[in-house]
């Protein structure tokens, strides 16, 4: 295996619309994001995506497995605010 092989295979694409339009932002990980502005995303093949958010008042994580594809964020977290993400290698 390369030395880069692991590296290119975590990582997280976020996309400023939903349907994967809009402009593209590659997080290469491991990684902490505090500035969120996604609408719709895609995991890497050796990625773990946790995300931190707030619904109706409470705190909660959500984790996103490996190589998983959300074309429509807000409606897949039912309304709630991200306030922070990690991109984790898997």
Known sequence: MRRNDFSTNCWVDLYESDYFSGRLRRVNGPKK?????AK????GPRTALMLSIRRRG??????????????DLAESLEG???RAAVVCAK
Not at 40 to 43: F, I, K, P, R
Not at 59 to 71: A, F, G, I, N, T
């Open 58 to 71: 409470k705190e909660s994580m959500v984790k996103l497995d490996p190589k998983c594809v959300v074309p």
């Open 80 to 82: 709630a605010v991200i």
């Open 33 to 37: 994001v505090r500035q969120w502005k």
């Open 40 to 43: 719709s995303l895609v995991v």
